[in-house]
């Protein structure tokens, strides 16, 4: 249990269609992140959420669009999918923005068809 | 930004052998260094962190890192690996300070692989 819980686990979805990755997090942190993982590349970071606003968005496509309605949850709505968009989608939360650790889910992973 | 370095992509070991598994970051400001682990199917799990004070950092299931400030460097070392260590590992580094605070920065990540 690592306090940071992701759902669902698996995914897989046409490029046609609308899912949302669900992230919620029980250890009392501000902010909360997206990070993209995919086979042979660095983890990317997507989005930063700190008191519930965004305070990052590294260049992500607008298929991807986040929302974090409290500071304990935080989704990752997708619409029209590419293919390379397949990865493990990984939540993590921290205390605030000080940068002294991260909190990981166990991700999901997202195969596009 | 930082750039980090993890100069191994695989590391095939033996049973009971000792391992080292090295990182180095680009920028020698203030920083916070991080080692992560990620077993198959699953997210990153802390193995130890680098905040301040001693540069000998101890963590979980028997593992260490040293700071070298002067060589930007943070390795990962553990005397006795078990097959169990068979993971991927991730060395991470946040800034102190400035327009990136908080952000973490990951390497590419090594796969160690323990043989019986």
């Known amino acids: 249990e690592t306090g940071v819980t992701q759902t669902p686990r698996h995914l897989v979805m046409g490029m046609t269609n609308k899912k949302s990755l669900k992230c919620e997090q029980h250890?009392?942190?501000?902010?909360m992140y997206w990070y993209k993982q995919s086979a042979k590349k660095p983890l990317e970071l997507m989005f930063v959420?700190?008191?519930?606003?965004?305070?990052e968005n590294n260049s992500v496509p607008s298929r991807f669009s986040p929302e974090c309605p409290n500071s304990s949850h935080l989704f990752l709505h997708l619409h029209t999918l590419q293919p390379e968009d397949s990865a493990l989608y990984l939540c993590?939360?921290?205390?605030?923005?000080?940068?002294?650790?991260?909190?990981f889910g166990q991700g999901t992973r997202l195969t596009v068809v | 930004a930082q750039s980090v370095t993890q100069l191994d992509s695989q590391v095939p070991v033996f049973e009971e052998a000792p391992v080292e598994l090295r990182c180095n970051y680009s920028?020698?400001?203030?920083?916070?260094l991080f080692w992560y682990v990620q077993y198959p199917n699953q997210g990153l799990q802390l193995l130890l962190k680098?905040?301040?004070?001693?540069?000998l950092v101890k963590g979980i299931n028997g593992f260490e890192a040293e700071f070298n400030k002067s060589q930007t460097s943070f390795h990962l070392r553990k005397p006795s690996v078990h097959i169990s260590d068979t993971a991927e590992y991730f060395c991470?580094?946040?800034?102190?300070?400035?327009?990136?605070?908080?952000?973490?920065?990951f390497g590419r990540g090594t796969q160690l692989t323990v043989w019986p």
């Open positions: 993590a939360s921290s205390q605030d923005l000080a940068g002294t650790e991260a909190f």
């Open positions: 250890l009392g942190h501000n902010a």
């Open positions: 959420y700190s008191l519930e606003e965004r305070v």
């Open positions: 920028s020698s400001v203030s920083v916070y």
């Open positions: 680098y905040l301040s004070g001693s540069t």
């Open positions: 991470a580094v946040s800034d102190r300070r400035g327009s990136t605070l908080g952000r973490l920065y």
